[in-house]
């Protein structure tokens, strides 16, 4: 990991975003994902010149931490010297516009380099001890996605459906992931339509080296299903019904029962941590883009991102 050169002395005050893109500057591993995305970079022989590598993956960053479109993060340059800083752009120099911005994300999407961001920055965090393999927690969290038929199509994306929560229906797609027990940081992620039901993806988020697995009601039955291991042993909440049934008082059997739930229960919280960091963190509360391939691309860097976010303090103190 290369060492921070990233100042932006704006201002006497330090700014919360100034923080944050300072931690974001010192943990992400620039060097390995430039070399990663290197040999599908453009080498500019033909046209104007390109932008440095390190830049554009910079500024496809900052779009996911501040939830900005292409046009908008365009716009953002000329609004905002704190992103030109750390894009690594002169103040009077050429500015990436929307379509350099989008041709770069389209090359990141054509060669699956979101899977392998994801997976070169778990590579990183094995090294330093902070993500384990011995048990997983699995989950899964509704994207909403727009209702609207206004558009060209004069439709609503048919990769997308309706599932309902509560007494609620929500229209998008379902992420899905699996994360160590231990540390909460995201090793698997699928995207799927919303419709899905959690316990048919319980088994694909397995990395298959993990002995316990854990999950909520929604999981029952997951040990069963064709796709399940016998390596793996599922530990599943009580349905809520049946545990309201308990007589905790009267009986130290249902007394213990409730106990070992509650254990269950502190260890997938720590799934929900993820979703939290891309959701309130990040802003990503919708999806950006039409299809679930697209969108489970960009969350597989939000939950990359994430995982560096989560540890930033445990890095940063490792390199001081």
């Known amino acids: 990991m290369k060492q921070s ?3 932006l002395n704006l201002s006497t005050r330090r700014t919360r975003k100034q923080a944050f893109l300072q931690q974001m500057d010192t943990v992400v591993p620039w060097a390995a994902l430039v070399e990663l995305i290197a040999p599908y970079y453009s080498e500019g022989r033909n046209g104007r010149p390109p932008f440095a590598l390190e830049t554009m993956l910079r500024v496809h960053f900052m779009q996911q931490w501040f939830s900005l479109s292409d046009p908008a ?3 953002a340059f000329f609004d905002t010297p704190l992103y030109r800083e750390f894009a690594q752009l002169s103040a009077f120099g050429r500015l990436p516009d ?3 911005i989008l041709r770069f994300r389209h090359r990141l999407e054509k060669h699956k380099l979101a899977d392998q961001i994801l997976r070169t920055v778990n590579e990183l965090l094995e090294q330093r001890g902070l993500l ?3 048990g997983t ?4 969290t509704l994207i909403p996605a727009p209702s609207s038929t206004k558009n060209k199509a004069k439709a609503r994306d048919p990769e997308m459906h309706s599932s309902q929560k509560g007494n609620e229906w929500h229209f998008g797609m379902k992420a899905h992931i699996g994360v160590d027990a231990d540390s909460g940081l995201v090793h698997t992620v699928r995207g799927t339509s919303g419709n899905v039901a959690d316990v048919t993806e319980g088994n694909s988020l397995l990395h298959g080296q993990e002995t316990d697995v854990f999950g909520d009601a929604g999981y029952q039955g997951a040990d069963k299903r064709p796709d399940a291991k016998t390596c793996h042993k599922w530990h599943v909440a009580m349905r809520p019904g049946k545990r309201k049934k308990l007589d905790k008082e009267n009986k130290p059997s249902d007394a213990l029962i409730d106990q070992v739930e509650k254990i269950k229960a502190g260890i997938r919280a720590k799934v929900e941590h993820p979703f939290r960091v891309i959701k309130r963190q990040f802003g990503f509360a919708k999806v950006r883009y039409r299809g679930l391939k697209k969108n489970t691309l960009q969350l ?3 939950f990359a991102l994430s995982n560096l ?3 930033r303090h445990k890095l940063m103190g490792a390199q001081a």
């Open 5 to 7: 050169s990233f100042d």
């Open 73 to 75: 993060m365009e716009e």
């Open 98 to 100: 929307e379509s350099t």
């Open 132 to 134: 384990l393999k011995v």
């Open 137 to 140: 927690a699995v989950d899964a």
């Open 300 to 302: 597989k860097t939000l």
């Open 309 to 311: 976010w989560m540890v």
